[in-house]
């Protein structure tokens, strides 16, 4: 017990006169700390929180209320002085409570759905047919760039022609001019079958190419940019006509996706066709056949 009381720091310590007992010597400083607190807390009270010239700068003028007003705040940043500019207003934030808000649901389809439903129309549609055509001319730019073998080029450069030819039919033959009968701006729509006119031009020299041929790889992607341009174009000018105009937008649809199926059947048909005659490719037919066949 002896040594705790002897310890750095305790009264103990500060016990001059050794003879008193330690309890009384206790007693004392404990006083007289207390009474040095109470000295401390009536300074603080007296002393101005700011000084009086600290206090007069901003009523000299509208700039000076922005002034930081320690020194460590006149070095900062703008954006340090930004958040400095009204303390006041951020104090009161701080300060007041908000009133609780009530737990958030669960996230479902049916409470983060938007308020406005409508049916996919033929707008969403031809959009759909541009984001993978787009997605397309991306791949093939890829390819393009690592010098990929010829057959994997032109397999994804004709399925990029055969997209756009499907693509422009429907819009040529139903949605353009669905959207000539209500109205809509003709020169647009003409400047519209132009541009059509001009991909077609390169797809059918894209087709007739040889990938490792000159400039098959820029037709193509020179193919890509005039599509974008007019896909921007129907997007910003066209489209928005379109749903503000009377057109039956969902109904067209309808005949856009049938259209856009006989295309494919039709050239899934081709297809096997010339499949078929390049396997006859190399034997011998009509005369010459009947001759094989009794050898
Ligand atoms: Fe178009
Ligand atoms: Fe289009």
């Not at 406005?116 to 959009?127: H, I, K, P, Q, S």
């Not at 093939?140 to 756009?164: F, G, N, S, V, W």
């Not at 003709?186 to 007739?208: C, F, G, M, N, R």
Request: net charge positive; charged share 35%; proline share 5%.
């Amino acid at each position: 017990m002896a040594d705790d009381k002897t310890k750095r720091g305790s009264p103990d310590n500060k016990r001059l006169n050794k003879s008193e007992p330690y309890e009384v010597a206790y007693a004392k400083a404990k006083a007289e700390k207390k009474s040095a607190k109470k000295t401390a807390k009536k300074a603080a009270k007296k002393a101005p929180t700011r000084s009086a010239s600290a206090r007069a700068k901003p009523a000299a003028g509208s700039r000076a209320r922005k002034a930081p007003s320690t020194s460590r705040a006149k070095s900062a940043s703008p954006a340090m002085k930004r958040t400095n500019a009204a303390p006041a207003a951020k104090k009161s934030r701080t300060t007041t409570r908000a009133t609780p808000k009530p737990p958030k649901a669960e996230k479902t389809a049916e409470n983060t759905a938007p308020k406005t439903m409508r049916e996919a129309d033929a707008v969403d549609l031809l959009t759909d047919d541009h984001l993978e055509v787009g997605a397309l001319f991306k791949q093939y730019e890829k390819l393009a760039k690592k010098e990929a073998p010829a057959d994997q080029r032109r397999t994804l450069a004709q399925t990029i022609c055969d997209m756009l030819k499907a693509h422009t039919t429907i819009e040529e033959e139903i949605f353009y001019p669905a959207a000539r009968r209500a109205g809509l701006d003709a020169d647009l729509l003409d400047e519209a079958d132009i541009e059509h006119a001009s991909a077609k031009d390169l797809i059918a020299q894209i087709e007739a190419g040889n990938p490792d041929g000159d400039h098959y790889d820029a037709k193509v992607k020179v193919l890509g940019e005039y599509i974008t341009h007019h896909v921007v174009e129907e997007h910003t000018e066209m489209f928005p006509k379109c749903r503000r105009s009377t057109m039956d937008l969902v109904g067209l649809r309808g005949e856009m996706e049938a259209r856009k199926l006989s295309i494919s059947t039709d050239r899934s048909e081709q297809a096997s066709g010339s499949e078929a005659v390049n396997d006859n490719r190399g034997k011998p037919t009509g005369i010459l056949a009947s001759l094989f066949s009794k050898a």
